[in-house]
């Protein structure tokens, strides 16, 4: 079955570069959430996306933005990278609905040196 | 507002031993809740879910958990643990079955 794909895998950025983290979801899913994960740390929410507009904010940070395609691709841009970005970035999507769990993908690993 | 607390930062414990990792969550709402095993850097693999309907909720890789509301708890369990076992466990909570709020995770390690 189809799963949640992630790109890159790993990225190595310098400080005060861009990033640009893209998730591919479950097809059919219309729901995509960026969560973070720094080293030793849990998953903290970032941002969600439904049928392309946003549906919730985490503690996403303001260098940090992100939009959801036509094609329910989503992408995460981060600028101005700092050392504390250096984290695994999870993409989870969901189909709409009451009981419906979110996918999740295996991650982009994001290093900033 | 939801929060997890995965009171056990590591549990060692011998191949072939019983296991159990404890959840705590608190939520003025109904709950969805899920255990999700991640090995060395690798991503989360959900190892089980409570949705709805029965408590004793039975996952992949021989995992249980009980959802108890009143406790409001949700321990994972497993009768026999095996070397591969060994990860990093997270108990995770949401008012919805897909934005979730995660605990600090606790860390298996098995041994021989």
Same mark, same amino acid.
């Given at each position: 079955?189809?799963?949640?794909?992630?790109? &890159?895998?790993? =990225?190595?950025?310098? /400080?005060?570069?861009?990033?640009? !983290?893209?998730?591919? &979801?479950?097809?059919?899913?219309?729901?995509?959430?960026?969560?973070?994960?720094? &080293?030793?740390?849990?998953? @903290?929410? =970032?941002?969600?996306?439904? #049928?392309?507009?946003?549906?919730? /904010?985490?503690?996403? &940070?303001?260098?940090?933005? *992100? @939009?959801?395609?036509?094609?329910?691709? $989503? #992408? !995460?841009?981060? $600028?101005? !990278? #700092?050392?504390?970005? $250096? *984290?695994?970035?999870?993409?989870?999507? $969901? !189909?709409?609905?009451?009981?419906? #769990?979110?996918?999740?993908?295996?991650?982009?690993? =994001?290093?900033?040196? | 507002?939801?929060?997890?607390?995965?009171?056990?930062?590591? +549990?060692?414990?011998?191949?072939?031993?019983?296991?159990?990792?404890?959840?705590?969550? %608190? %939520?003025?709402?109904? +709950?969805?809740?899920?255990?999700?095993?991640?090995?060395?850097?690798?991503?989360?693999?959900?190892?089980?879910?409570?949705?709805?309907?029965?408590?004793?909720?039975?996952?992949?890789?021989?995992?249980?958990?009980?959802?108890?509301?009143?406790?409001?708890?949700?321990?994972?369990?497993?009768? %026999?643990?095996?070397?591969?076992?060994?990860?990093?466990?997270?108990?995770?909570?949401?008012?919805?079955?897909?934005?979730?709020?995660?605990?600090?995770?606790?860390?298996?390690?098995?041994?021989?």
């Amino acid at each position: 079955a189809a799963g949640v794909i992630q790109s &890159p895998r790993h =990225l190595i950025k310098e /400080k005060r570069e861009t990033a640009t !983290l893209k998730c591919y &979801p479950i097809p059919r899913h219309d729901t995509v959430y960026w969560y973070q994960q720094g &080293p030793g740390q849990d998953p @903290q929410f =970032l941002i969600s996306f439904y #049928e392309k507009m946003q549906s919730d /904010k985490g503690s996403i &940070p303001d260098r940090f933005s *992100a @939009q959801q395609f036509s094609d329910y691709h $989503s #992408e !995460l841009n981060m $600028s101005s !990278l #700092e050392l504390g970005d $250096s *984290a695994l970035y999870f993409c989870a999507s $969901s !189909l709409t609905g009451i009981n419906t #769990e979110a996918f999740f993908g295996q991650g982009t690993r =994001l290093t900033v040196v | 507002a939801q929060s997890v607390t995965q009171l056990d930062s590591q +549990v060692p414990v011998f191949e072939e031993a019983p296991v159990e990792l404890r959840c705590n969550y %608190s %939520s003025s709402v109904s +709950v969805y809740l899920f255990w999700y095993v991640q090995y060395p850097n690798q991503g989360l693999q959900l190892l089980l879910k409570y949705l709805s309907g029965s408590t004793l909720v039975k996952g992949i890789n021989g995992f249980e958990a009980e959802f108890n509301k009143s406790q409001t708890s949700f321990h994972l369990r497993k009768p %026999s643990v095996h070397i591969s076992d060994t990860a990093e466990y997270f108990c995770a909570v949401g008012s919805t079955a897909s934005k979730l709020t995660f605990g600090t995770g606790t860390r298996l390690q098995v041994t021989l």
